[in-house]
């Protein structure tokens, strides 16, 4: 009978407890083309960052991966079904990314009514497969159902540039009204009420006592809160089901997207430094990929002014590299930080501890049988590619 003792595939993991990183563990020129590592990366960024999709120039043009353009792509979320779909402010577009690479557009600047869509930013996803934007430059929202038809949703409170939109399980619609510094709730039937803010500024409190300063992504996490990304005030802030906002982390610069995985940690688009950044449960910034401004070049690990982010169902990090016009994906077998994934093997990354687990558990029921290690390293490899997040 095999041994459940999983095999080791890092010597040691890349963040510790430690509050500086460790120097970059060596790896073999096998080791970077099986993982897709970038042994080059600097200390804090040690995750290759692949274009996904785009070929830099700014039009609109449908196609596979690379083969395509993309205008100014600006927030991404992915449905059920593995598609990701994103808002492209530059073309006034909603369009989406199958988990094949193609990019189509979904919807193009017209509603049912006959208006025009004028810079859409923020990109929202609810169970029932309909898709929420914000059309900041109309000051509007819409709906567009699964079968591609477009409504506005009338509120009855005049909004100022919302950005960011968030939807629950129940329906209800969340948005950063960004102008007026405050976060908002919207029923099905358009009926508005301020949650959080009013006022310019920063301090921590409860409902319309807290202030903002231009708040941007937000997000709903597994208990109900709202995180949002204060971009003026460089922080994020956490609104819980009582309306207390509090301050989760500063230091950022002007951050726009925020996504969040199963374990509670957020990553944040840290737009004016070109990077992405992850929270831990312990309040800790570690900087994920970027800090490296880059006009389009395969060069790994630069951004250009990142907006929207969202985490694929692989657990891959998914960017909208927006001044590059270009989708980018970093893989995150690889974001080994202490606190984030579980620790039960300290040595190896999450997918494949939890994919090395299930793959002896499944051996243990079959007739003992002799694998030998490499075709044993290539089939928990096959295991993490197709591994849920």
């Known amino acids: ?105 979904i919807s193009d600047r017209i509603t049912d009514s006959g208006d025009t869509f004028h810079c859409v930013r923020g990109l929202a996803l609810d169970k029932l497969g309909n898709i929420y934007i914000t059309d900041t430059g109309n000051n509007a929202i819409r709906k567009i159902s699964p079968d591609g038809i477009c409504q506005t949703i009338k509120t009855d409170t005049e909004l100022s540039n919302p950005y960011g939109i968030t939807v629950s399980e129940d329906g209800l619609i969340f948005i950063s009204d960004s102008y007026a510094d405050r976060i908002m709730a919207i029923n099905p039937d358009g009926h508005c009420e301020v949650i959080a803010g009013t006022l310019n500024g920063f301090s921590d409190g409860v409902g319309k006592d807290a202030k903002f300063s231009l708040p941007q992504g937000i997000q709903l996490d597994r208990e109900g809160n709202l995180i949002v990304a204060d971009s003026n005030n460089n922080a994020i802030r956490k609104i819980d089901k009582q309306f207390n906002v509090t301050t989760v982390a500063t230091g950022f610069r002007t951050p726009y997207g925020v996504a969040i995985d199963k374990k509670g940690n957020i990553f944040v688009a840290d737009y004016g430094n070109n990077a992405i950044k992850v929270v831990d449960k312990k309040g800790r910034i570690h900087t994920v990929a970027g800090d490296n401004y880059s006009n389009y070049k395969e060069i790994p690990n630069c951004l250009n002014m990142p907006t929207g982010i969202d985490i ?38 999450r997918p494949v501890s939890e994919a090395t687990e299930e793959f002896f558990l499944i051996m243990t029921k079959i007739p003992p049988v002799v694998v030998p290690r490499e075709l044993l390293f290539l089939m928990v490899q096959t295991l993490i590619e197709i591994w849920p997040y």
């Not at 039009?59 to 593995?82: A, M």
């Not at 893989?331 to 040595?347: L, R, T």
Request: charged content about 20%; proline content about 7%.
């Open 312 to 349: 694929d169902h692989f657990g891959n990090i998914v960017i909208c590299d927006c001044y590059n016009h270009i989708l980018r994906k970093v893989n995150c077998v690889f974001v080994q930080m202490a606190e984030i994934w579980p620790q039960s093997h300290k040595n190896l990354p």
């Open 1 to 105: 009978m095999l041994s459940r003792t999983p095999i080791e595939v890092i010597p040691k993991p890349i963040f510790n407890d430690a509050e500086e990183e460790p120097e970059a563990p060596g790896h073999s020129p096998a080791s970077k083309a099986t993982f897709s590592i970038n042994t080059s990366d600097t200390q804090s960024n040690r995750f290759t960052v692949e274009t996904l999709a785009g070929d830099g120039n700014i039009e609109t043009r449908e196609g596979l991966g690379k083969d395509c353009s993309i205008n100014w792509p600006y927030e991404i979320k992915f449905d059920s079904s593995g598609n990701g779909i994103f808002t492209a402010y530059g073309s006034a577009s909603v369009r989406k990314i199958t988990p094949d690479g193609t990019v189509t557009t």
